[in-house]
């Protein structure tokens, strides 16, 4: 390049960013990622734009910078965003540049993982259902209409961010882009065409020249440059493939999701404390949680098959925007401690010995920088590491940080943050809020059974569902009519083979019991999709007509070749137990079918069309009854709930808009749940689950901003029966404030720096604050000082209690938005002496 043209090229990139923000240069190298040249450890976690509302992210991100977050890392949804081919959707939730600046705006960076495969329990994996009509297309592979496609919508997203100078080198937030995901997980069935694939993917992203590194996660053979990532609940022993590039955490799994079906999962803070100081102990300088804020899956967008319309995911901060204590506080101090060991960690490589069994020990020194971490990795038994000539207490499964390698700032099993008890409460104590009570009435529609609409079609034997309804509805129709004039009267069973996900059964216009006293239907779950069944009938003289509807609860999201896995009847159906012992196969005959819903065509659930009858009695406990009615939303600014117990299966809309699925009868099964969860050892997705034999799912989310003060329109369509009037709204808060302290516990984080450098010793505190910033702590339910027993919201005194703990407790908090007390016999007294003591506080913020 001759000295003129760089010249022009410094004037073009000098006058991108002086109308920007300053333009940063983003890299890599063995340790880290350097922005502007310098290394940075960098906290980040997961908020998905189309699982919250443009309303609730600044929020979001805003607790996620004070919860010490230096990046929010999103997928992009093509499915979302390219829902017909050609025609783009980046309005509303799914507006991606606008939630990219209320990042920026915080003051925090962005990760963009683009897949375009996302996985995420999203609905086909955020593929767009027309991507599977292409002709000779192959999802995943070495196939040139799926990399065209890829490749365009890539592009696309790519120009996007440029065109608003978006990324880091313009200026912008994005420092990082993710191209494809998790595909080592699942390669091997390619063959050399995926190898293949995943060269020309990483070639085709770099050539997209977005002045920021790619990554790969799971991909142990991502080409040079992209930086190859780990993805799981522990990452310490992960090692990138190449020793130019950094050690990266692109999934730390917080929790996991929810299932239609499934008890619920709980992760120890405890545990991820654990894992992501094990992490940074062993190289790591870039951490990611999956997820940090999880929210809603509204609409139809839950993948799976079977995954519940919450994905809470146990996140930090809640489904409805609440942080979840004392994980969201316990995770804050952590990043806190590590930060206080950067200019130690960025510096060098860590020395790492091991002083004994399942301990280990971590040095970052250089200079006059110096940190250490100690691990104790054993999963039941504490250990005492001697480290400089000092002893360190270390309990089971923890490790201890220590920033100038002397003293101890935070030890993973120790929380010094409060925990909090949220709670549902319907509008008023003292009044009826049922829907039958709050609401102006309902009105109904029946759904008709069987085949209603002018573009049913025929076809001699079984479809394949996601082929016939390129997911435009969960709904399809499979509708035969047959001549059993010999049979009349008898017994007979309907056998039915589908691959799932969920089957209504009609015999002549009436739902039909199964066998297993479910009433008319059958559904699969989340190990198992297919279904079988035996459904008993009886056949009348002539015509029998057999209405079977299929279902999906969500497309496949992951696996190889996921993309074809199929859902429907696909048989074979067959008629048994006939006279004389006969068997008639029906699986070949001329079927007729129907692609959704006649409610769905009809817009009904936007409730501004279709002739509602509100004049006749209301059909409960009746399938397939579309209902409407109009409430007041209820008062306040707290999160708004609908709980649907009462209800069967269906959907709902609210003011038109989707919140999602309902099933509040398909619950958990007995058996897998425990009473307590020990936050040692090894933690996998059914370690800590809860809610065993009760509904999966009964609280379903509502935005405020969905909603108006009156006049709201709430619309059903309810598949198995159930009675609307007993649903009902609930606001979600903060019922009670706890924090449990030893006298054992370190000082909080904050303090760790005047307690160094005064040389005085400060002892544990136990801290208390309101949620909300209008709040004041206004009673203390409990308060001893001694040895107190049990867990927030059931604290009970122990053996010995200071009497004077409930008093010095009011007046230190009472009348305050947050407060403070010392955990010492120097504030309470010894109560008995020689014995170890704590102090357990429940207060109530109003």
Not at 5 to 24: D, F, H, P, R, S
Not at 267 to 278: C, H, K, S, T, W
Not at 345 to 367: N, R
Request: net charge neutral; hydrophobic share 35%; charged share 20%.
């Amino acid at each position: 390049m001759r000295r003129n043209q760089i010249v022009l090229v410094l004037v073009w990139v000098m006058g991108i960013c002086a109308t920007t923000l300053l333009c940063a240069t983003v890299d890599y190298d063995h340790r880290a990622l350097l922005i502007d040249g310098k290394r940075r450890v960098l906290i980040s976690g997961s908020i998905h734009y189309p699982r919250s509302t443009p309303e609730m992210w600044p929020d979001l991100i805003q607790k996620s910078k004070d919860g010490g977050l230096d990046v929010i890392e999103t997928y992009v949804f093509w499915n979302q965003h390219e829902p017909v081919r050609g025609q783009y959707n980046f309005e509303g939730r799914n507006d991606l540049v606008r939630f990219v600046k209320a990042v920026a705006a915080a003051g925090l960076y962005v990760h963009l993982r683009i897949g375009p495969y996302v996985c995420a329990e999203w609905n086909y994996g955020g593929f767009p259902l027309w991507l599977h009509f292409i002709p000779g297309i192959k999802f995943r592979t070495d196939n040139e209409p799926f990399k065209a496609e890829m490749k365009r919508f890539t592009a696309k997203i790519v120009d996007m961010m440029k065109q608003e100078k978006l990324y880091a080198s313009q200026g912008g937030p994005i420092i990082l882009s993710q191209i494809e995901n998790e595909y080592g997980n699942i390669d091997g069935p390619y063959g050399a065409a995926g190898k293949s694939y995943i060269n020309w993917a990483a070639s085709m992203a770099t050539s997209l020249d977005t002045g920021v590194p790619w990554v790969m996660c799971q991909q142990a053979d991502a080409p040079d440059p992209i930086i190859n990532t780990c993805n799981g609940f522990y990452c310490d022993q992960f090692t990138p493939n190449s020793n130019k590039k950094p050690k990266m955490w692109t999934e730390n799994w917080t929790g996991w999701f929810l299932l239609f079906g499934g008890a619920t999962p709980r992760r120890p803070v405890e545990d991820i404390a654990f894992a992501v100081a094990r992490f940074f102990q062993r190289g790591g300088t870039f951490q990611n949680y999956y997820m940090y804020h999880g929210g809603t899956n509204f609409d139809r967008t839950s993948g799976g098959p079977f995954i519940a319309t919450s994905y809470d995911y146990d996140a930090p901060i809640d489904e409805y925007g609440i942080i979840r204590q004392p994980k969201w506080g316990h995770l804050k101090d952590l990043h806190k401690a590590i930060k206080l060991c950067e200019e130690a960690l960025i510096a060098t490589d860590p020395t790492i010995s091991s002083p004994g069994p399942k301990l280990e020990v971590a040095v970052y020194k250089t200079g006059d920088k110096c940190a250490a971490f100690l691990a104790n990795d054993n999963d039941n038994s504490d250990a005492t590491v001697k480290f400089n000539g000092n002893s360190y207490q270390l309990p089971a499964w923890s490790v201890s940080i220590l920033p100038d390698c002397k003293n101890v700032v935070l030890n993973t099993a120790k929380i010094n943050s409060a925990s909090m008890i949220s709670s549902f409460t319907t509008e008023s104590s003292k009044a009826d809020t049922s829907l039958e009570a709050s609401t102006s009435g309902w009105s109904w529609i029946s759904e008709p059974v069987g085949i209603s609409k002018a573009d049913s079609f025929a076809k001699i034997g079984l479809v394949e569902q996601i082929n016939t309804t390129a997911d435009r509805s969960d709904y399809l129709w499979y509708s035969l009519s047959v001549d059993l004039q010999d049979d009349a009267g008898s017994q007979a069973v309907l056998h039915v083979e589908s691959l799932g996900h969920a089957l209504h059964a009609f015999i002549n216009g009436k739902l039909a019991d199964i066998v297993q006293n479910i009433s008319g239907s059958s559904q699969g779950n989340g190990n198992k999709r297919a279904l079988d069944v035996d459904i008993p009938i009886t056949l009348v003289a002539g015509k029998n007509t057999i209405d079977l509807l299929s279902l999906t609860v969500g497309l496949q999201n992951y696996g190889s070749f996921f993309d074809i896995w199929g859902a429907g009847i696909t048989g074979p159906v067959i008629l048994k137990g006939l006279k004389n012992g006969n068997t008639v196969d029906l699986s070949s005959q001329k079927w007729t079918y129907q692609v959704g819903l006649k409610g769905e065509d009809l817009g009904l659930s936007s409730g501004s069309s279709g002739q509602w009858n509100s004049q006749s009695t209301l059909p409960k406990n009746q399938p397939f009854i579309w209902y409407k009615t109009n409430f007041a939303a209820p008062s306040g600014s707290n999160p708004v709930a609908i709980d649907f117990t009462g209800m069967g299966k269906g959907e709902a809309w609210v003011n038109g808009q989707s919140i999602g699925r309902y099933w509040p009868t398909n619950a958990a099964p007995n058996g897998v749940c425990s009473d307590s969860c020990n936050y040692r050892g090894p933690y996998t997705s059914t370690k800590c689950q809860t809610n065993c034999g009760k509904p999966s799912q009964t609280l379903y989310h509502v935005p405020r901003s969905w909603l108006k003060p009156d006049g709201n329109i709430l619309v059903l369509f309810e598949e198995s029966g159930g009675d609307p009037t007993k649903i009902s709204f609930g606001t979600k808060q903060v019922a009670s404030l706890c924090a449990h302290i030893s006298d054992s516990h370190l000082p909080p984080v904050e303090m760790w720096n005047s307690d160094t450098k005064s040389g005085k010793k400060v002892g544990p505190v136990l801290s208390l604050k309101c949620p909300h910033q209008d709040q004041v702590i206004s009673s203390i339910k409990f308060a001893s000082y001694g040895t107190p027993l049990g867990t927030c919201g059931d604290y009970y005194h122990g053996r010995c209690s200071s009497n004077k703990a409930m008093s010095i407790v009011q007046k230190a908090c009472i009348g305050s938005s947050s407060c403070s007390v010392g955990v010492s016999t120097d504030t309470f007294g010894d109560p008995c002496k020689g014995v170890a003591k704590s102090l357990a506080v429940e207060a109530i913020c109003t």
